[in-house]
Every structure is written in C-alpha cells, then in structure tokens.
Nanobody, 122 residues
C-alpha cells in the first residue's frame, strides 16, 4: 500500500545544487511524516531531514542551512532541495515514510523506503 520512488540524483560540482524528488503513494492516507536518508559507500544509513506530523521540518546538523525538505499540496511528492553541495554529501539518497498519528501525537518510526537515487559531488 506504500510506494516511494526517488528521482533527480546525478553528478554535480562542489557548490552546485540538485533537487531530489520522491513520488509518494500511500493509498490509505496522506502523511506529513516523510523524510530523507542517505547512505555513503561503506557507511551506515543516516537521517538527513524530515517533515513532522504538524508540518514542521527537521534537519541534520550536517545539512542545515543548505538543504530544504518540502512536499506538494496534495502530498503526492516529496522534495529535497540541496544547495551548496559538498563532496561529503555524496551518497545514495532515500525517501522514507513513517506512520502519521496527527499533530497532537506525532510520527512513528520510518518503515517504508524508496529504492534510492545516487548523488555524487566532486
């Protein structure tokens, strides 16, 4: 009942920008509880950014001020605008979803993942 498909990855020079997209199909509900993770070669997957149940956003310190997470009005697409890219941003980027319990309760744990899109910064 959940499908997440990333796109928009590619190669970019240091200091450049990319916008990642994620087509979101949750079928039974729409959710604010979406986010982005990344995994560099040989490293564990790390959290990058999330949208919370109340619509607020959160960012890892490593990307704060450079990346912006957003979604369209219908919540069918999730985006990650990445500016001022650095070589250390090179990774496979994954969009993810977690249960949405509403703004009074919050989000659950991430349990749905896309296939990933590669970002390479050189």
């Amino acid at each position: 009942h959940v499908q997440l498909v990333e796109s928009g990855g590619g190669s970019v020079q240091s200091g450049g920008s990319l916008r990642l997209s994620c087509s979101v199909s949750l079928h039974t509900y729409t959710s604010n509880c979406l986010g982005w993770f990344r995994q560099a070669a040989g490293k564990q997957r790390e959290w990058v950014s999330s949208i919370n149940a109340d619509g607020s956003t959160s960012y890892a310190d490593s990307v704060k001020g450079r990346f912006t997470i957003s979604q369209d009005n219908a919540k069918n697409n999730l985006y990650l605008q990445m500016n001022s890219l650095k070589p250390e941003d090179t990774a496979m980027y994954y969009c993810a979803a977690r249960p949405d319990y509403g703004p009074g309760t919050g989000c659950g744990e991430f349990g749905y993942w896309g296939q990933g899109t590669q970002v390479t910064v050189s």
